[in-house]
């Protein structure tokens, strides 16, 4: 089944640096990937997306890219705030599962003002 | 617009009792999805329904069920609890169930077994 390996674990950064967030997912006929944000004692909360059609998708100050060759996706956070802080998790839908997403580890993201 | 909803949002039960948790979706949404979220790691996948039946089915014991009813809201029923069932469960829900469909979450509800 799919498998999904998010790097790295915790991640620190300064106001208004840029946060990259590595994703690599096993099934190459998965073809949507989604990254959700939790904040502490908070739900997931969708907060970008990109299908297996598209290589880049741009939302403001967030963007995601999609390598499938290489099976990977990548969240870019550019100008980051302190309210960025929080946990980041990539995810995949397997080919013809809908409803089902397999969820990395997850990231801890830490901006520093 | 109300969001997805759960309920209760925490309990606490004794190993060997059982639960039930409940979620209602978004208006408009057909399908719901369980995930169960252990402190520090990513949500797993437990159950997907919609239209009232089963779509899918993560790795998880027997112990585990689920249901949706006519009016999508579903409930996650969980048998001799074991101390390792300590999680928040996650309800959430999407207007299909073709890939592409964003999923949005609900609260959780957080369950503690003692």
């Known amino acids: 089944g799919e498998n999904v390996e998010q790097h790295p674990s915790t991640l620190s950064v300064q106001e208004g640096d840029s946060a990259v967030i590595k994703c690599t997912y096993s099934d190459s006929a998965s073809n949507y990937f989604p990254w959700y944000k939790q904040e502490l004692g908070k739900r997931p909360q969708l907060i970008i997306d990109i299908r297996s059609n598209v290589g880049e998708k741009k939302d403001q100050r967030i963007a995601v890219t999609l390598n499938k060759t290489a099976k990977h996706f990548s969240l870019h956070i550019t100008e980051t705030q302190p309210e960025d802080s929080a946990v980041y998790f990539c995810a995949a839908t397997p080919y013809n599962q809908g409803g089902k997403l397999i969820f990395g580890q997850g990231t801890e993201l830490s901006v520093k003002p | 617009d109300a969001g997805v909803t759960q309920s209760p949002t925490h309990l606490i039960k004794t190993r060997g009792q059982h639960v039930t948790l409940r979620c209602s979706p978004i208006?408009?949404?057909?399908?719901v999805s369980w995930y169960q979220q252990v402190l520090g790691q990513g949500p797993q996948f437990i159950f997907q329904y919609y239209e009232k039946e089963e779509r899918g089915r993560g790795n998880f014991p027997d112990r585990f069920s689920a249901r949706q009813f006519p009016n999508y809201s579903s409930e996650l029923n969980v048998n001799a609890l074991l101390l390792g069932d300590s999680a928040l469960y996650l309800c959430?829900?999407?207007?299909?169930?073709?890939?592409?469909?964003?999923?949005?979450f609900g609260p959780g509800t957080r369950l503690t077994v003692t």
């Open positions: 959430a829900s999407s207007a299909e169930t073709r890939p592409s469909y964003e999923q949005y």
């Open positions: 208006s408009g949404h057909k399908s």
